[in-house]
Structures are given as C-alpha cells and as structure tokens.
C-alpha cells in the first residue's frame, strides 16, 4: 500500500521500520522539526528522520498543521492511508480527510483506558497488570476513534517505562503491519464509554517524591518515571535522583531514614517504608545504594525533605 506516515521518537521508528520491511511504499514521513537536544543543545533531527533519510524517503517537518496551505505536501503525496505513531502534533481534520482510507493511530494502551500522551507510564504508576496495543482509526477527538485491532501483553512486577516501551514499540509495529494487511476484512469497533481514563504528559512536578504517600505508590512511580524523567528528593541541602527501590516493613515520619545498609537505604512512607536500591547524585551517574554509601555518609534519623 502507498502510506503516509508521521511519527517523532523511537517507538514510531520502530512501527516506520516495520512498515518498510513490510513491503509498503512510504510516500511521504511527517515528523517534529528538528529541536536542540544533549548537554551542547545543538539540533537534532528525530529518530524517524534519521531512519527515513537512511532509506532515502521524502520527509516533511511542518511546525504546525493549523492552516490548510501546510496540508499541500501531505495532499501532493497522494498516500491511500496514512499511520500515526506518537507523532506530537494535533492532526486538524482536514488532514485527516486526505487519505481515502484513513488514518491510523498505534497508541501505547488498551483504550479507551489510558488515552492521552504518557499511557507506559501511567500504566505502571497505576498498578494496571495488563497494557497493550491499540490501532485506531483516528478521528477529530484525543484518542477516541473506533478500535481496529488490540493486542494485549502482561505488566512484570519489575516493569519500568523503558522496558515497557520496547516491548511496546515492537508489538505496536507488528499490529500496524497486521492491521494494513487485513484493512479490508477490519471492522472499526466504537470505543466503550466505560473505562475512559486519560494520561496526561509528566509534570515536573510530579517527579518530586511525596513520602507521605504509600511505599507501593511510591515504588511504581520509580519504574514508571524510568528512564525519563526520573523522580527526585532533597537530602540535606542536595538534591538526588532515585531509580529504583523495593517496599518493606517499617514505620517513622514521612521521609525518615529509617536504616543504612548494603541492601538498601530504608526510607518511611506514608504507609510501610520504600528501600531505595538505586540513586544519584547531580552530574554524578546512576548506582547502586551500596556503591553511592561509600562515598556519602548517610545516617539513620536523616530526612528527606517533604514537598509543599
């Protein structure tokens, strides 16, 4: 089939990669303009740029899509469908109107739970089990078009953003490459108006761990703010960065360290107590609590602090 395809991170790279594999020819690749990255910020162009020039593909990088003369080269391609994956831009429905056989979205959940632009992590924060794939014919709403296709997957205990994310990114390319094959014989399901919920982007403000709240709360933002953003605490005047930890018994005032050891820094929550297991410091790197206390004295009786 001739697509369209638009996309910006890795996880749509991943579904542009499988679609070219697949056979399909790729008139035209929307993707973000590209932006300043890294510690020297110079420019950078997107995943899906990059995998789109290695094949020789026509890109196109509007900044926005808002009035219809942006709309030419998306009309001048002439694709049949066009697939949207993470792409960072509302689609106006004049664009949406090009393709005569639609456009379809791979979103990172089992809608119409987790519509929205962080479904991996809130999927975690929440304590789901299951997550999944959606493909989706998209429609004028945040994610509210008819379901195509659905491909579930378990949640591990240990599961932390980045490791759902790959596996989501491979599953979501194997449904879109599925989902064209048998667009014909696809009956576009309505979504249920049950079991809406939404994922809103990570504030930064979120990232700062509240030890009021309960250690499993508090364990499953860990793993679901890993890789990015991560979340943070203030120790002593320092602000650290913590990865990963694990719930255990214990009891004291909200962020109260309650216990110092090689297995784990033990810190009270609002209920039961988290043992940090990885951290670290501004400019430093990521370590293991046993290698981040040989370099830093920490005492039993220290408090993180609380945020406002």
């Known amino acids: 089939m001739r697509i369209l395809f638009a996309g910006t991170p890795e996880f749509a790279a991943i579904a542009l990669a499988a679609l070219i594999e697949a056979g399909h020819e790729i008139a035209l690749v929307l993707t973000q303009p590209d932006r300043p990255a890294g510690r020297g910020q110079k420019r950078q162009s997107s995943p899906v740029k990059r995998l789109a020039q290695a094949h020789g593909l026509a890109v196109y990088q509007p900044e926005r899509l808002r009035e219809p003369a942006s709309w030419e080269p998306i009309a001048a391609a002439g694709g049949e469908a066009m697939v949207v994956a993470a792409y960072g831009l509302?689609?106006?429905?004049?664009?949406?109107?090009?393709?005569?056989?639609?456009?379809?979205?791979?979103?990172?959940?089992?809608?119409?739970?987790?519509?929205?632009?962080?479904?991996?992590?809130?999927?975690?924060?929440?304590?789901?089990?299951?997550?999944?794939?959606?493909?989706?014919?998209?429609?004028?709403?945040?994610?509210?078009?008819?379901?195509?296709?659905?491909?579930?997957?378990?949640?591990?205990?240990?599961?932390?953003?980045?490791?759902?994310?790959?596996?989501?990114?491979?599953?979501?390319?194997?449904?879109?490459?599925?989902?064209?094959?048998?667009?014909?014989?696809?009956?576009?399901?309505?979504?249920?108006?049950?079991?809406?919920?939404?994922?809103?982007?990570?504030?930064?403000?979120?990232?700062?761990?509240?030890?009021?709240?309960?250690?499993?709360?508090?364990?499953?933002?860990?793993r679901a703010f890993d890789p990015v953003p991560g979340c943070t605490s203030e120790l002593a005047g320092q602000t650290l960065k913590l990865w990963r930890g694990h719930v255990v018994a214990g009891a004291g005032k909200p962020g109260e360290i309650l216990a110092v050891s090689e297995r784990g820094i033990v810190v009270a929550c609002g209920e039961e107590a988290l043992a940090i297991d990885e951290l670290q410091k501004a400019g430093g790197r990521r370590l293991a609590s046993a290698d981040f206390l040989r370099g830093h004295a920490l005492e039993i009786g220290m408090r993180f602090a609380l945020p406002a």
């Not at 667009?183 to 079991?195: K, M, N, W």
């Open 90 to 222: 509302i689609l106006p429905a004049g664009v949406l109107a090009l393709p005569a056989r639609g456009c379809l979205n791979i979103h990172a959940s089992l809608l119409p739970r987790w519509r929205g632009a962080a479904p991996i992590a809130r999927a975690i924060e929440a304590g789901d089990a299951t997550t999944g794939i959606t493909i989706m014919q998209m429609d004028a709403g945040l994610d509210t078009g008819p379901i195509l296709l659905q491909k579930a997957i378990p949640i591990a205990a240990d599961e932390t953003a980045g490791s759902l994310h790959d596996k989501l990114a491979d599953l979501g390319a194997r449904a879109i490459v599925e989902a064209l094959a048998q667009l014909d014989r696809l009956s576009p399901i309505p979504q249920p108006s049950v079991g809406v919920s939404y994922a809103p982007k990570i504030d930064k403000r979120e990232t700062v761990l509240d030890w009021r709240e309960p250690a499993s709360q508090l364990e499953r933002k860990l």
